[in-house]
């Protein structure tokens, strides 16, 4: 048996070795462990750079290749399936389940929700996507992205209709709620598409509902992001006598706007049962100043709708006229509120409030009950913790509140999770069409990309992982080269935590490759171990026929004796033109040098 020797890693230092000399040092570092006639026809050598966006560590590298794999262009249309869930900043109105098909991949998260926003008639600058994993938002999608990333994200869209920069950065979101306008009137619900872990809930008119499905469980970890709040300085002078005069009662600097998540959950049933999350996490911006008693009045606000549902599916008739949905000012909210949860012990209430602590794991202690071994405790009426103080303990803009519902509740019965569906005109950008060829691939291939999460490379010099940039180019090219066109795209399409590959796209469009003379020259950027110009014909061609659910795959192999192409398909063959050769059912194509081998004896 042959032993190979150990294999020692190496590393480029422009200090000490020209690129070259590094290059071939990589090379015969490969021809180690691969020395075979397999390597010296088919294998060529990539050249990789990657860039550190903070500290601008470059890192290039030497790596040996027996196929391209090469990504098509943008094109006319990239067809899309993709479902966003809209929730409206009124809790009174039922979450939208939109469906965009045929969606161009390179449509931003910008023109989608311009477009949105003007169908439902609002505001864009309030509209925020996110993107969702057990219930929780787990990523802000800014709006520079294409919906390509979105789709490609295994987590699940949702739009939130939240206050935008600019109210943000004026605080002028009112500490007390004012009146609002009556709810819109709603449309008949459709029925379900699917709803996992299904519950029988039938109404007097035996009507179901159309749901969020709850999502598969995940592990996904987050991060809370936090930052330093700008405090006022203390020196600053008192104003003028005079000015007094002017301004006896000057109005008071508005409040910081605070970002308050609700996390949405029910006890366990039994002490060996945790608690699960059984909805997804509402969202708003509250005035800094708000007390905890206002807090909970905007947590109500936030279900009532969905405790009115409770109250009539369950018959009950006396608390159901307790909640007048179609009045939302705050005297009618208080007068709810304390009908239905003040005074009452916790045991009998729907749910309570407990306010995470978010300096957990770095073991701080709870600003709420002085525990440092605090998760998250009650957070009742009573506390005399505002929002503002909370956030300035934890130096963070953002407060997570977890909504626990009791145990013994029948949750189908509130249908937290209804959603009804809302068609849209489809949306389209046109572009300007591109005749694609091989050559267009190869620059697409070579262009700089930028590493997205979780693709991020580790940075040595930060220790840590980053976005940073990389460049692909072929640095050497074999004798036999294969070039494989990236048709496949598989992506998750599905009811909100349904996954299949059957969901996926196929780009079908024609891409030109010649027959003979593909050039290479400009695309190859390290010397050629011989004389030979980098020129290639092509000898074989596999096609793909159908789409990423099922299909068919043939062959076109030239035949260098009689110089003829011939089709193959399973265990038929014949005789092909070279008008065949090149269609858009090509996938895998097959070049040989010109004058690498020697030609054939008659």
Not at 117 to 122: R, T, V
Not at 187 to 201: A, F, G, Y
Request: net charge neutral; proline share 7%.
């Amino acid at each position: 048996m042959k032993v190979f020797q150990p294999v020692e890693e190496i590393h480029f230092d422009e200090s000490k070795e020209t690129e070259e000399q590094f290059a071939a040092r990589s090379w015969e570092r490969h021809k180690k462990r691969n020395n075979s006639i397999v390597v010296d026809l088919f294998h060529g050598q990539y050249k990789s750079r990657v860039e550190c966006p903070d500290c601008h560590k470059v890192s290039i590298t030497f790596d040996p290749f027996c196929m391209v794999s090469l990504p098509v262009p943008s094109i006319k249309k990239l067809p899309l399936k993709l479902v966003l869930y809209l929730i409206d900043k009124d809790a009174t109105i039922i979450p939208k389940k939109i469906t965009l098909e045929d969606l161009n991949a390179k449509l931003t998260v910008e023109e989608i929700l311009e477009q949105i926003g003007k169908s439902l008639k609002k505001e864009r600058k309030n509209l925020k996507l996110y993107l969702f994993s057990e219930n929780k938002p787990v990523e802000f999608i800014d709006n520079s992205k294409d919906m390509q990333y979105v789709n490609d994200s295994p987590q699940c869209a949702f739009i939130f209709e939240l206050p935008g920069n600019e109210e943000a950065s004026k605080g002028n979101i009112p500490e007390e709620k004012k009146a609002s306008p009556a709810p819109e009137p709603k449309k008949p619900e459709t029925p379900p598409i699917s709803q996992p872990n299904p519950s029988p809930i039938q109404t007097e008119e035996k009507k179901e509902e159309n749901t969020i499905a709850q999502p598969t469980p995940q592990t996904i970890q987050t991060e809370v992001k936090k930052e330093n709040n700008k405090m006022v300085p203390e020196n600053v002078k008192k104003p003028e006598p005079m000015q007094q005069e002017k301004n006896p009662d000057p109005a008071p600097a508005p409040s910081p706007l605070i970002f308050v998540k609700f996390h949405v959950y029910q006890e366990g049933g039994q002490f060996y049962n945790k608690d699960k999350s059984i909805s997804y996490t509402r969202m708003i911006f509250l005035s800094g100043s708000t007390t905890a008693n206002m807090l909970h009045l905007t947590a109500y606000e936030k279900f009532r709708s969905h405790i009115l549902t409770y109250f009539k599916r369950s018959a009950d008739s006396k608390n159901e006229c307790l909640i007048k949905l179609e009045a939302n000012d705050n005297e009618t909210l208080t007068k709810e509120y304390e009908a239905l949860f003040k005074g009452k012990p916790e045991d009998s209430r729907f749910y309570i409030i407990n306010l995470v602590n978010l300096g957990y794991a770095n073991k701080s202690p709870c600003i709420n009950c002085d525990k440092s071994n605090c998760i998250a405790c009650q957070y009742t009426e009573a506390s005399p913790l505002t929002l503002q103080q909370i956030s300035e303990k934890y130096k963070s803009k953002e407060i997570v509140f977890e909504i626990r519902f009791q145990k013994d509740l029948r949750m189908e019965y509130f249908s937290l999770n209804r959603c009804e569906e809302f068609l849209m005109d489809k949306i389209t950008k046109e572009e300007e069409f591109k005749n694609i060829t091989v050559y267009s691939c190869l620059d697409k291939f070579s262009e700089i990309e930028k590493l997205e999460k979780p693709n991020e490379w580790y940075c040595p010099n930060c220790k840590g992982f980053k976005g940073a940039t990389k460049k692909m180019e072929l640095y050497r090219a074999p004798n036999l080269l294969i070039l494989h066109l990236k048709r496949f795209k598989n992506s998750r399409v599905s009811n909100y935590g349904f996954y299949s590959s059957y969901y996926g796209s196929k780009i079908t469009s024609l891409i030109h490759f010649p027959l003979e003379n593909l050039d290479l020259t400009p695309h190859v950027k390290g010397k050629p171990l011989d004389s030979l110009p980098l020129k290639y014909d092509l000898y074989a061609v596999s096609n793909h026929y159908g789409s990423t659910g099922g299909g068919h795959y043939t062959a076109y192999v030239k035949n260098p004796f009689k110089n003829i192409w011939i089709d193959c398909n399973d265990s038929s063959t014949h005789k092909a033109t070279e008008s065949e050769i090149c269609s858009a059912e090509a996938y895998v194509l097959f070049y040989i040098k010109q004058n690498a081998f020697k030609p054939p004896l008659d």
